[in-house]
């Protein structure tokens, strides 16, 4: 983190049970951000899809907007600016060159309501397992193969979109972030089995706060999403969790525990692997 940055400060992550109902939906996010900040939070993180969740990833493709305007983006931009915070859009669909396809996007807004960054999710989920079945593919179109930093005052903050938490070759060609986003909406079974671990790998591994905002309960399409909307600091510890249905976590984080770990255990400077190219560990 810079120098300007506080020392510390308070991050909230909503944890959200979202419908096919975007006005209603909207409404929800924004009474969660509100309680968020008068909790003290200085930066809001939503989980993916806050805004819809449909019978089907292809129901989205009716309220998919272009980037830049809409109601949606409208509204995290004012409630960004409303509430003079960093807001960590969860995600929207975005559309995109091919009919019938839409990127699912996460956009941060500044306090002035200035969209400062935008990711399209790259890895795209799939799951077959008896009557269970998901493929994202079909609806959504994959971003651009790049790792996403947003600078901010509170420091460098990563982005990633749920399903990327099982490539960590993606978190770690972000550098040296401070803070880990991850938007998400785990299905109740892949959740149970792994999203615990995997939240608290990405941590430790790359020694950063994650904050993972979540969809968490059984939503009108029958779905039912894990939850667990978490915040874990640089050596693995859950600072907070909210197991299931909406609500919120608000906690403090300290940039001087990011140094501390660093500095304690300089693994980041120890890497060698990265040095290699892929092609000759293949």
Same mark, same amino acid.
């Given at each position: 983190?810079?120098?300007?940055?506080?020392?510390?400060?308070?991050?909230?992550?909503?944890?959200?049970?979202?419908?096919?109902? %975007?006005?209603?939906?909207?409404?929800?996010?924004?009474?969660?951000?509100?309680? /968020?900040?008068?909790?003290?939070?200085?930066?809001?993180?939503?989980?993916?899809?806050?805004?819809?969740?449909?019978?089907?990833?292809?129901?989205?493709?009716?309220?998919?907007?272009?980037?830049?305007?809409?109601?949606?983006?409208?509204?995290?931009?004012?409630?960004? !600016? *409303? =509430?003079?915070?960093?807001?960590?859009?969860?995600?929207?669909?975005?559309?995109?060159?091919?009919?019938?396809?839409?990127?699912?996007?996460? %956009?941060?807004?500044?306090?002035?309501?200035?969209?400062?960054?935008?990711?399209? !999710?790259? =890895?795209?989920?799939?799951?077959?397992?008896?009557?269970?079945?998901?493929?994202?593919?079909? /609806?959504?179109?994959?971003?651009?193969?790049?790792?996403?930093?947003?600078?901010?005052?509170?420091?460098?903050?990563?982005?990633?979109?749920?399903?990327?938490?099982?490539?960590?070759?993606?978190?770690?060609?972000?550098?040296?972030?401070?803070?880990?986003?991850?938007?998400?909406?785990?299905?109740?079974?892949?959740?149970?089995? =792994?999203?615990?671990?995997?939240?608290?790998?990405?941590?430790?591994?790359?020694?950063?706060?994650?904050?993972?905002?979540? *969809?968490?309960?059984?939503?009108?399409?029958?779905?039912?999403?894990?939850? =667990?909307?978490?915040?874990?600091?640089?050596?693995?510890? !859950?600072?907070?969790?909210?197991?299931?249905? /909406?609500?919120?976590?608000?906690?403090?984080?300290?940039?001087?525990?990011?140094?501390?770990?660093?500095?304690?255990?300089?693994?980041?400077?120890?890497?060698?692997?990265? %040095?290699?190219?892929?092609?000759?560990?293949?």
């Amino acid at each position: 983190m810079s120098q300007h940055t506080p020392s510390s400060f308070a991050v909230a992550a909503i944890q959200m049970v979202s419908s096919a109902d %975007l006005m209603d939906n909207l409404q929800q996010a924004h009474y969660w951000i509100k309680q /968020a900040v008068q909790a003290g939070a200085k930066i809001v993180a939503l989980p993916e899809y806050f805004c819809f969740l449909g019978l089907r990833d292809q129901d989205k493709n009716a309220y998919a907007e272009d980037f830049g305007s809409g109601p949606i983006q409208q509204f995290l931009a004012q409630a960004a !600016k *409303q =509430h003079g915070i960093y807001l960590i859009g969860g995600t929207l669909p975005l559309r995109s060159e091919e009919a019938g396809r839409f990127y699912n996007s996460c %956009l941060v807004y500044d306090p002035a309501g200035q969209c400062i960054g935008r990711y399209d !999710k790259i =890895h795209l989920f799939s799951f077959r397992r008896g009557e269970e079945s998901y493929d994202e593919a079909k /609806a959504i179109v994959p971003g651009e193969i790049a790792p996403t930093v947003i600078p901010t005052p509170y420091g460098n903050i990563g982005l990633g979109i749920c399903y990327d938490l099982r490539f960590p070759e993606l978190f770690r060609a972000m550098g040296a972030i401070d803070m880990l986003v991850l938007p998400s909406a785990f299905t109740y079974t892949t959740g149970q089995a =792994h999203w615990d671990i995997l939240l608290r790998t990405r941590a430790i591994e790359n020694q950063c706060y994650v904050l993972a905002p979540a *969809q968490g309960g059984r939503h009108q399409n029958g779905r039912r999403t894990w939850g =667990h909307t978490m915040l874990i600091d640089p050596w693995g510890e !859950k600072l907070g969790v909210w197991e299931t249905e /909406a609500g919120f976590i608000c906690h403090s984080i300290n940039r001087e525990r990011i140094q501390e770990i660093r500095q304690n255990l300089p693994a980041l400077q120890h890497r060698q692997v990265a %040095l290699l190219k892929e092609k000759d560990i293949t």
